[in-house]
């Protein structure tokens, strides 16, 4: 399974970005998927993430600016950013937890992307 990204880039303060994530490979189904972005110096913290059925989950810091959503037929899922600031530069990074059905069972793992860049200049 791999995950790639794309969106990143460089944007000025207030502007906009729409980050996506496509899925791809032996996948059954696909249950949470979310953003992850991590800082110089920070640690990796969530972004948004959202279910299979919808629902999702906001870090306080972008609540309102940030919008998650999915395509689960295209097993892809997208983060539309908008009025950027500076604090909002980092690595952004995809996750999503796949499910895998072999002849012997079914299992749930957990996959990252390479990461994406996104710098908000001021």
């Known amino acids: 399974v791999q995950l790639v990204e794309s969106g990143g880039g460089l944007v000025q303060a207030g502007g906009s970005l729409r980050l996506s994530c496509a899925a791809s490979?032996?996948?059954?189904?696909?249950?949470?998927m979310g953003w992850y972005r991590q800082a110089p110096g920070k640690q990796r913290e969530l972004v948004a993430a959202?279910?299979?059925?919808?629902?999702?989950n906001y870090a306080d810091s972008v609540k309102g600016r940030v919008t998650i959503s999915r395509d689960n037929a295209k097993n892809t899922v997208y983060l539309q950013m908008n009025s950027l600031k500076p604090e909002d530069t980092a690595v952004y990074y995809c996750?999503?937890?796949?499910?895998?059905?072999?002849?012997?069972?079914?299992?749930?793992?957990?996959?990252w992307g390479q990461g994406t860049q996104v710098t908000v200049s001021s």
């Open positions: 490979g032996s996948i059954f189904s696909i249950n949470a």
């Open positions: 959202i279910t299979s059925g919808g629902s999702t």
């Open positions: 996750n999503a937890m796949v499910v895998v059905v072999t002849i012997e069972d079914e299992h749930e793992y957990d996959y």
